[in-house]
């Protein structure tokens, strides 16, 4: 139990009880019945209710104080809050090409190739970890592309399952598979953002404020129906801001190459059409970055975790049950749990207790 923080103030009154006592005190300092002498009583026996005549204004204090109290106004507080998360959604859009084997890139300090390094940093960015806070209020979805674009996990909150779909991210496995298909996956990818971010400003309990698409690839587009510069159209008309990330060292790069002795690392040309990933970034209001190592990856995570930021708005409502009008329960040492009725009834109960003694039992001639 608490006091309603507007009345508590009530409570300095309660030494004005004391006022109960008054009577008891005035009929104790002068004579109750006038005589020339009272000797012949001074031996004549008390009547056994006497004594109980302290029991008037201990009753009306009693009810001054739980007066007081009731305008002190004693509460009982439900709080609740209603929250409301302002997300960010985010497609990851994985580039699985062959070229992505090259590598130029480590994890946990051993040699990886460029699919392998985007994975684990990936995973950071949308569980934490290494630097990273992990998007634990915004929807992720992944959709990787070659030749063709493919979203294999949802825009969701579960961010179990991104991880562990980014895990399954594998190479072409044959050469029907081959190519880079840049513009079509942004495409999948932006449908597959307002598809999501539409469902969720409907739910009422997230609104999303920004819709992203990352994109993470080592090439440029030779196969597909979309270019990359229609696909930042559409973009741009459906509000998706693009941040393009283009992946690998410049010039050569170590790629495992199957050879009639096995498979060798040898340096191969590689290059990226930088050109076009800022072309298209920038149109969108995004930003294009250049990862040539698994520490510079890193950095451009962070800048985009920076940039995209969720903010949470919780409204909190406190409900107040007034328990001088509404009974309120309690517990009691060896009686267990009590229903107390309200305390304006309890000041009615001990004010008729006092009336009804100091007119039958405890009545006084003065």
Do not use: C
Not at 276 to 304: C, M, N, P, V, W
């Amino acid at each position: 139990m608490s006091f309603h923080p507007t009345s508590v103030w009530f409570l300095f009154l309660l030494p004005l009880a004391a006022i109960a006592f008054f009577r008891l005190w005035r009929h104790q300092s002068r004579a109750t019945i006038s005589f020339s002498a009272i000797h012949a009583a001074d031996h004549a026996p008390g009547g056994r209710w006497t004594r109980f005549l302290i029991a008037l204004p201990i009753l009306r204090a009693l009810a001054l104080i739980l007066l007081i109290v009731a305008l002190a106004r004693p509460v009982e507080s439900n709080e609740s809050s209603k929250t409301l998360v302002e997300g960010v959604a985010i497609e990851l859009v994985v580039d699985r090409s062959d070229s992505m084997r090259a590598m130029d890139f480590t994890v946990g300090n051993e040699r990886a190739n460029r699919l392998d390094a985007l994975k684990d940093m990936a995973t950071k960015f949308i569980v934490g970890g290494d630097g990273f806070d992990g998007r634990g209020t915004d929807l992720v979805g992944v959709v990787v592309f070659a030749r063709n674009a493919d979203s294999i996990v949802p825009l969701t909150l579960d961010h179990d399952v991104v991880v562990d779909a980014i895990e399954q991210i594998r190479f072409p496995e044959d050469g029907t598979e081959m190519g880079t298909a840049i513009g079509d996956a942004i495409a999948l990818g932006i449908d597959k953002l307002k598809d999501a971010s539409d469902r969720a400003n409907r739910d009422g309990k997230t609104r999303i404020k920004s819709r992203v698409l990352v994109l993470l690839t080592d090439g440029e587009q030779n196969a597909g129906e979309l270019s990359p510069q229609d696909a930042a159209a559409l973009a741009k008309s459906t509000d998706v801001r693009l941040y393009t990330i283009g992946l690998g060292t410049e010039g050569f790069a170590p790629v495992p190459v199957r050879t009639p002795f096995g498979t060798q690392i040898q340096n191969v040309p590689v290059s990226i059409d930088e050109k076009t990933l800022t072309e298209i970034a920038e149109a969108t209001g995004g930003r294009y970055f250049r990862a040539t190592d698994s520490k510079s990856l890193q950095e451009i995570y962070e800048t985009i975790d920076r940039l995209e930021k969720s903010s949470i708005e919780e409204t909190k409502l406190v409900h107040y049950r007034d328990l001088a009008v509404d009974s309120w329960a309690t517990s009691l040492p060896f009686v267990g749990p009590i229903e107390v009725p309200p305390v304006l009834a309890l000041v009615v109960i001990l004010l008729t207790m006092e009336a009804l003694l100091a007119a039958t039992r405890l009545r006084t001639l003065a």
